[in-house]
């Protein structure tokens, strides 16, 4: 089955915001088996729009589209498909009451423009929004599928995940195309040829699931598919799988499908009922960041020192001034004493710090921009890492940042 | 002039990565005032590129292609333009020099992939790529131009700003269409409507250069934009506008153009010769891993804390046990606290503190998700504000750590 993606809105073709949108959706179809070979984005024009439902309908039977369902003249989303499918817009009354309880229940009175929303071409259905105002939009018209969902992002993940791929798997289901389930394993650490060649009888046995490798820096995946028509077989086809790729890779494995690594430390610091303190100076406190995303982290990670200035390392790290002078901020030695430091200020089970040259300048031959000491102190001691990895300094963030976090989640679950 | 952004790639129909590309040339291109009506994505695949190219030819003069030019069997840019045009790709002796002496530098030798990409079709010129090893392609074809540019972001950007984007213009000056030059103006603090209002005489008698209000969550832009022969023309026209708007506007203009807030408030610590400490709980190191995205960050940022836990805030930043217990740690005596200590400790000039709950959990009707506490302290003391901004916890970090900065900002600009 192939569907194209259309964006819409003029503020995505000025460049104002990036089209994150698009990439979601992309991965939610393709981890069914859905083929996407085009996606487009479109301004809030009338005319245009339906030049690319036009278009696109020839190539793909599911046109799906995102934006363009607001309450302003501006949303034409819906307009764009009466047109194209030359069906007359008509309301949902359902849909008008949930509208009208939604502004009742919090003192506001809804206007024309809001039950604009609460309409669709006539044959179509409407998709409810359970985090927003905006309904999506299910139609079928001749040999094509088109559905629409609203552009804020937590309103449509929760319409693609909650209602979209539930109904796109029934399709391929009913269609005898069999729908595709995957399980992506992401790997840490480990080099993608490493990976290969541990994998090799596996990959080159493979038959059902398919087993394929990506590589990006910092990162291999493995990814599982198998086409079966439920879940649960899917996943009883997997688990054989991945417990020898898991035997073979041990601890590489970090986590499944969406899971970050900062999601992968949290829920080894919750196994291990542990705790965390870090203590950083080239990433800035983007360790600590990526920590605190996650809901509940305050229930392992007790605090970050972004250690900055050598004064900082010394006075809330106790880095010592012979450290520094000897040795320099970026050294062994210093990223030894902060995490030492850390940990015991904090009374953290885990601490770990980083120390390093982010650039573009502050690099000299003997210590060259992208060099990074790493080091980790437990009950045990403290251990240390040197790495070098020139890139741009937003690269070297998010590089440093994910070795690090990947170093606390090796400890704790080494133990 | 109409153009179509074309981005190249199975990874972004994967939805693997987002297409920040993409945004980033439509931002570009708007500026100079080319009209971008449609962006396709395509995948690896000859034929479905060449149809992509085939449609949009029709519509716009300036096809753009982002990606592909690799030198791997996927890499199909220079083919698909070589196909739609029937030219056949020539090879490009200085590009092969340029090469050669590429891989010599690095003590290996090119293969014949590497010179694959030294190939236009013919007729095309190849542009130079200062900061990696793919050239890029500008082709003149019937009425179209077709310009691809390399994938890789940092590649991508040198490339339209230092050969595209000069060549445009100087299209746009021959062409007669007149160069659109913009310049935009960045505030905070301040909503939309009350930029509108104390803009209303010169917004009703704007002519040339024409004055564009745009509004996204805390942040409100106002876009200058002339057609003019030359850049300094267009700077003489702007400059006694943009005087006017700061007059009335004052502090709430924080940057111009790509500036960012980091920016801004690095710049601001430069010019008064002042350092900054910063004391975070709910937005978990953000605020820092911002301040030090910026290159130099080191000179006027001392240290970060992010102090997760009540511990912490007693520890490093001397919180009293006693306005934990009677006020809470989201609270303003906490906030003001955590600056003070922040500043006591580190020595800087200016010290901000955060604390607020960031959600989904931890809400109770006196201190629901979203409220938040921000202080900044001084030589003159210490003051507090309140706001309560309900929103997801990615959201919410972003917005607080974006106004937290502002008010550190506009605090130091005011002495």
Redesign the interface.
């Known amino acids: 089955m192939k569907a194209e993606i259309i964006s819409v809105g003029t503020e ?9 949108n ?7 179809l ?1 981890a069914i088996g859905v083929d ?8 809030d ?1 009338l005319d ?1 729009l339906v030049q ?1 439902l036009r ?1 696109g309908r020839r190539r793909a039977q599911i046109l799906l589209l995102c934006g363009g369902l607001g309450p302003t003249p501006d949303d034409l989303t819906r307009e764009a498909l009466a047109e194209l499918t030359q069906r007359p817009l008509v309301a949902v009354p359902e849909a008008e009451l949930k509208m009208h309880n939604f502004f009742q229940e919090r003192g506001r009175t809804p206007t024309a423009s809001n039950f604009k929303q609460c309409q669709v071409p006539r044959g179509g259905e409407l998709l409810d929004n359970p985090v927003g105002t905006a309904p999506g939009v299910w139609l079928q018209h001749e040999r094509n599928t088109f559905i629409a969902v609203p552009g804020p992002p ?1 309103e449509m993940r929760e319409m693609i995940d909650g209602q979209v791929l539930p109904r796109l798997r029934q399709r391929l289901r009913t269609d005898g195309a069999g729908v595709l389930w995957t399980r992506t394993l992401r790997l840490a650490g480990v080099g993608e040829s490493q990976v290969a060649d541990m994998l090799a009888d596996l990959l080159a046995a493979q038959q059902d699931p398919s087993i394929a490798l ?1 590589a ?1 820096p910092a990162e291999v995946r493995i990814r599982l598919a198998t086409k079966s028509p439920n879940e649960l077989l899917a996943a009883q086809l997997f688990a054989p799988v991945e417990q020898e790729i898991r035997q073979g890779l041990g601890a590489a494995v970090y986590g499944v499908d969406d899971e970050t690594m900062e999601v992968a430390v949290g829920r080894a610091l919750v196994a291990a009922g542990a705790t965390l303190a ?1 203590a ?1 100076s080239c ?7 990526r ?3 996650i ?4 229930r392992y ?9 050598n ?2 390392k010394q ?2 790290l106790g880095v010592s001034a012979e450290i520094l002078q000897n040795h320099g901020a970026v050294s062994e030695e210093c990223a030894a004493a902060m995490a030492l430091g850390a940990r015991e ?3 953290a089970d885990y601490a770990a710090s980083v120390t390093g040259i ?5 690099g000299t031959p003997d210590k060259p921009v992208g060099l990074v000491y790493m080091a980790l102190a437990d009950a045990a001691g403290c251990t240390v890492e040197r790495h070098l990895w020139p890139s ?3 690269q070297f ?1 998010q590089r440093v940042s994910q070795m690090a976090l990947d170093l606390i989640r090796r400890r704790i679950i080494s133990h």
């Open positions: 995505l073709l000025l460049g104002e915001i990036d089209d994150t698009a990439s979601y959706i992309s991965r939610r393709a996407v070979f085009f996606r487009h984005t479109v301004g024009n245009r690319t278009s937590p990506y990006s870090v950083e990433t800035g406190g983007l360790i600590a960041s920590l605190t995303d809901p509940g982290a305050s990670f007790l605090a970050g020192h972004v250690t900055y200035s004064e900082a006075d809330v200020r904090s009374g982010a650039g573009p300048t502050g741009s300094r937003e963030k």
